[in-house]
DNA sequence: CTGAAAGCGCTAACAT
DNA sequence: ATGTTAGCGCTTTCAG
């Protein structure tokens, strides 16, 4: 039988009382009991019941990280890698995430994550988008909650989110120190805030670089940013203008798309048209030339949000803080100079 | 406060007890109570907490997933769909999987998992390989344990492979067909038991297409499985032997790497040599040509070993059982048939 | 600084 | 078929 919190006060000849006191290292245990408990845990091998610990005191160590089936799925290294992260960071803080994957029509009423119904979360991560009808139900738990990759509504959260403005800017900087004056932009459901983003830093540094917008150079209005979306954008795109020498895809899987079909019309990348696109996936680095991009830290994300979501549990809350993680351009073979013409 | 059993059998003017046999679905309760007991129930929108469960029953509701650092970082798509794999399966048995990744060098005595350690688990996953000093270790714990891609010295647990085996004919009876008569081997680290059915495969395909094996054709001592292996054993593999036309990678890891050599030896794929690898990962799709390859089912995998780990807790053993998940050939443009030489 | 004791919410054995 | 009751192992007042 695994030893309990008796067996160790038998041990060292003390109360359960005080057992408990030196595991929660409460200061007023004097040096030799707190020494003379810690002996007998360790040759005991003992340690805590999670269950019982929960029962008495509400906390259960572990964190739910909700995101959407349709996120998931479709963009499914992304959120994995934001996962994996916040599971890093949470291993630091003695946490365990339950990775809980919810409907994306979720709508009052609907059953809610058992995680959460049988209170065995202390708190609430959001990755994504997520309706807003499971934040409403969620509330009433009155768990901590946080959010990466997404701004709620209700501002009143800690947030994670990429700098896409910044990313958007770098990306069309890149392409116009390179003497690109004909940039394009290609993207799919512009609704959404980080695409949105990136279109706005598209613009703003094409301002920057003294060149003119034309919204006949972005294609914003495909459903989702695919890879077959980017095939078709881009085969619009070039029908329409014949003059561009490069685009910044707002996402890698639009970018795979868009050189697809740059190949398959007889363009070369980059000779012909450079190419850019944004999170930096795994599949970038094997095209042929390889994507350049802007790299998305996302284990960085996850563990951004866990620190934020630690921090409210330690009741180390300042307000609620946003954190805007710092992307980076990263150069390979798909962007050149312009072609001299 | 939310709800706790009492609230629900005051309501339901009964005793605790009655509550909690009617929670476990126990026949034993008459129609009228029970329906009277799940109106409170609904009513109150009660849910046993988890914590208090756990604690009278020794029962978590969680399982622990087991991964080496090294396997889950080196191929992580790959464990990373076996756990969601595992996850999907779990939560139609209403399981939460807990991700536990440990040190490849784990040895006795180091820190086991926490989620063991105060039991928070009721029963252990491993996947890929892991340190026989932790699977002693854990065994003391006297959980439920499984495996998934590894085949554990002990015998007496249940099992899921890959049927390497199968794929590995499958792949050389795909070249054959297509007429190639010199079909080459590349992998690292045959030593592993995935690699070398693989290798089985090959060689008694060969043998059944009545081609002969030949040890210059097979490059099977490269260190690991990985791009830059795949490189350079395609370098030698290429400089001893002129006359393939036909390359079978363990994986496709390593025929990326195999691939970009051909390239730039001058060699056409699949015009030159045929090329096929192994997993079906991601990055073959974006090779240029899209990499063919034999796929293997990674959710499968965990699926399936997440449905043997929910028939031992439920007591529905029989003997350990081993399943062999099959695979499947994946033709896309690596592949073609031999040049009339 | 330490101990006694009262739960936390639930399960399961035992009564009835 | 239902109720009574004794824990499960831990935290947390409250005394001393």
Not at 259 to 268: I, V
């Given at each position: 039988?695994?030893?309990?919190?008796?067996?160790?006060?038998?041990?060292?000849?003390?109360?359960?009382?005080?057992?408990?006191?030196?595991?929660?290292?409460?200061?007023?245990?004097?040096?030799?009991?707190?020494?003379?408990?810690?002996?007998?845990?360790?040759?005991?091998?003992?340690?805590?019941?999670?269950?019982?610990?929960?029962?008495?005191?509400?906390?259960?160590?572990?964190?739910?990280?909700?995101?959407?089936?349709?996120?998931?799925?479709?963009?499914?290294?992304?959120?994995?890698?934001?996962?994996?992260?916040?599971?890093?960071?949470?291993?630091?803080?003695?946490?365990?995430?339950?990775?809980?994957?919810?409907?994306?029509?979720?709508?009052?009423?609907?059953?809610?994550?058992?995680?959460?119904?049988?209170?065995?979360?202390?708190?609430?991560?959001?990755?994504?988008?997520?309706?807003?009808?499971?934040?409403?139900?969620?509330?009433?738990?009155?768990?901590?909650?946080?959010?990466?990759?997404?701004?709620?509504?209700?501002?009143?959260?800690?947030?994670?989110?990429?700098d896409n403005f910044s990313g958007g800017m770098q990306a069309v900087q890149h392409l116009s120190a390179l003497g690109h004056r004909h940039i394009a932009f290609v993207a799919?459901?512009?609704?959404?805030?980080?695409?949105?983003d990136r279109f706005q830093g598209y613009k703003v540094a094409l301002e920057n670089a003294g060149l003119s917008y034309s919204s006949k150079m972005s294609?914003?209005?495909?459903?989702?940013?695919?890879?077959?979306?980017?095939?078709?954008?881009?085969?619009?795109l070039?029908?329409?203008n014949?003059n561009v020498t490069a685009i910044f895809s707002c996402?890698?899987?639009?970018a795979?798309?868009v050189?697809?079909?740059?190949?398959?019309?007889?363009?070369?990348v980059p000779e012909d048209v450079s190419l850019i696109g944004f999170?930096?996936?795994?599949?970038?680095?094997?095209?042929?030339?390889?994507l350049s991009t802007i790299?998305?830290?996302?284990?960085?994300?996850?563990?951004?949000?866990?620190?934020?979501?630690?921090?409210?549990?330690?009741?180390?809350?300042?307000?609620?803080?946003?954190?805007?993680?710092?992307v980076e351009l990263i150069k390979r073979k798909s962007t050149a100079e312009v072609k001299i013409s």
């Open positions: 039988m695994t030893p309990t919190i008796k067996d160790v006060a038998q041990k060292a000849k003390v109360s359960i009382a005080t057992v408990s006191l030196v595991i929660h290292n409460n200061e007023k245990i004097s040096y030799e009991t707190r020494m003379r408990v810690n002996k007998a845990i360790k040759d005991l091998n003992y340690h805590p019941f999670r269950s019982a610990r929960g029962l008495a005191s509400r906390k259960t160590g572990n964190l739910a990280f909700i995101v959407t089936e349709d996120h998931f799925l479709r963009s499914e290294p992304f959120y994995t890698h934001i996962f994996l992260g916040a599971e890093f960071e949470a291993r630091q803080n003695e946490y365990y995430i339950l990775l809980t994957i919810i409907r994306s029509d979720f709508k009052q009423g609907d059953r809610l994550p058992r995680c959460i119904v049988e209170r065995n979360v202390d708190g609430i991560i959001f990755a994504g988008k997520v309706p807003q009808d499971i934040i409403s139900c969620l509330e009433k738990y009155e768990l901590p909650m946080a959010f990466v990759d997404y701004y709620p509504p209700a501002e009143n959260y800690p947030v994670v989110l990429i799919g459901d512009i609704q959404h805030p980080s695409i949105r294609i914003i209005d495909e459903a989702y940013p695919a890879r077959e979306n980017g095939y078709s954008a881009a085969k619009r070039l029908r329409d014949k996402n890698d899987a639009m795979i798309g050189m697809q079909f740059l190949k398959e019309s007889g363009l070369r999170d930096d996936v795994d599949a970038g680095l094997s095209l042929d030339p390889p790299g998305v830290p996302k284990l960085e994300l996850g563990g951004e949000v866990m620190r934020l979501m630690a921090d409210m549990l330690n009741n180390k809350v300042k307000s609620p803080k946003k954190v805007l993680v710092p």
